[in-house]
């Protein structure tokens, strides 16, 4: 490594310097990557086909993607789809051919941030993937399968990646702090236990957002008088700006827990008290105001509609205001949701509705409500509803399922007064 190598490499965020280059120094994803798991199997194998690595930032998609690339017996190429465009896709292809046809040796694109690519960018390289020219690897936070095209879905396997655990971040910052080549190893570092778990708290399963408040601490600290630099509480609240939680792990999950069952059990006056300490211990207040959206729904649901709405207009006040005035359209609508009437309704038709779905198999889709706006001969039988005054007779599940029910009204605030249409009532009779 020349002096302009090294260089260039000191001057990388220590995020990017920390890296794994080997499976077994790889941190996290154990879902995945556990011995004999289809994925680690792969690798070892230098089988792996193409694939997408989809989950939240920092938790080690790009990283396993180069772990894969640099391990194989093949050459690889890194894009991102950001700056990246159809040239430069065609360029990796052409010199991936050139490779597989001189020496037999296959070419791994990866491609960070996927989902930004277009139709056309995404096209460019399906039939490459099909013919087995390169091997691709997307790396991606936001849903493939909503965000990516079906065509390359269908070529790919997608790997879920999972927020890394408070040990994985844990260890992935005590080897960045002792790693004298890569990490901060060269520096006369004192990283306090009370600092280091502040870092892994308010990492929230990302590695990149722990390791560069733990860089900027480190960086922005002069020594004491013994040429120690100390990082203290203090120190790493200034560097990740958010206060240390005045509460261990356990009290705090014990605490959101409480808040959660006084939502549901009615009783506001210990929602907000419960809500007041998560935040005033440090707690991320948006961390709060989605509990309360999920509960809106969980436990209010069709007995008051509106819940969900206030609820989710707490969470955007929340969001443009920040605090502390935004903490009162949040009790606002901590004591709504408390006072509401309660069903959970919904989550009980969601839960029977996903489970029917998973046992459906190939159970074919009613011939007239299949989409026939393509196809030469469209199925005259479906019963347009408004022609029939607004509700018509019809089968709309499958066979299997004609006569299922997944949602059962309940008997609390407005869900008593839903009136079930005649099609249920006939199921209910069958």
């Known amino acids: ?8 490499k000191s001057n990388m965020p220590l995020a990017e310097r920390m890296r794994c280059e080997r499976l077994e120094d790889f941190l996290g994803q154990e879902h995945l990557l556990k011995p004999g798991s289809l994925l680690e199997r792969a690798i070892r194998a230098d089988r792996l086909g193409s694939c997408i690595f989809y989950g939240p930032p920092g938790t080690g998609k790009t990283t396993l993607a180069h772990i894969i690339a640099s391990t194989t017996q093949s050459a690889y190429a890194y894009l991102n789809a950001v700056s990246s465009g159809v040239a430069d896709a065609k360029k990796v292809i052409d010199d991936a051919k050139k490779l597989m046809s001189l020496y037999g040796k296959r070419t791994y694109l990866l491609l960070d941030e996927c989902h930004r690519w277009n139709k056309a960018q995404s096209d460019c390289v ?18 493939p399968f909503v965000t990516m095209t079906k065509a390359i879905l269908s070529r790919c396997r997608v790997f879920e990646f999972k927020p890394l655990s408070p040990q994985n971040i844990k260890t992935g910052l005590l080897r960045a702090i002792s790693d004298k080549e890569r990490g901060l190893g060269n520096y006369n570092l004192e990283v306090t236990p009370e600092a280091l ?59 959101l827990s409480a808040f959660c069952k006084s939502l549901r059990g009615s009783d506001p006056d210990a929602a907000l008290y419960y809500a007041s300490r998560l935040i005033n211990a440090g707690c991320d207040p948006l961390l709060v ?38 903490r009162i359209p949040l009790a606002e609508a901590i004591i709504y949701v408390a006072l509401a ?8 038709a969601l839960s029977a509705a996903d489970e029917a779905s998973k046992q459906a198999e190939d159970q074919g889709i ?21 022609d029939f005054g607004g509700w018509v007779e019809q089968q709309y599940l499958p066979d299997k399922f004609k006569n299922a029910r997944f949602y059962f009204p309940s008997q609390n605030g407005e869900e008593k007064d839903i009136i079930i249409k005649k099609t249920q009532n006939n199921r209910q009779k069958n």
């Open 197 to 255: 778990e502040h870092f892994v708290f308010i990492s929230n399963g990302d590695m990149r957002t722990a390791l560069n408040a733990l860089e900027l601490a480190v960086l922005t600290t002069p020594p004491n008088p013994n040429g120690k630099i100390v990082i203290t509480l203090e120190t790493a609240e200034q560097s990740a700006q958010r206060r240390a939680m005045s509460v261990d792990e356990s009290l705090y999950y014990d605490i």
């Open 341 to 348: 009437p309660k069903s959970n309704s919904v989550v009980t």
């Open 289 to 326: 105001a989605r509990r309360l959206v999920v509960h809106s729904a969980e436990d209010v649901g069709m007995a008051d509609p509106r819940a969900l709405t206030v609820a989710t207009g707490a969470l955007y006040a929340l969001e443009k205001l920040g605090l502390p005035e935004g």
């Open 126 to 143: 399906l039939s490459a993937i099909e013919k087995g020219e390169i091997i691709f690897i997307g790396s991606t936070t936001e849903n």
């Open 366 to 386: 009613p011939p007239y409500l299949r989409d026939n706006s393509f196809k030469l001969n469209p199925d005259r039988t479906y019963k347009y509803p408004h």
């Open 1 to 8: 490594m020349d002096l302009f190598e090294a260089t260039r």
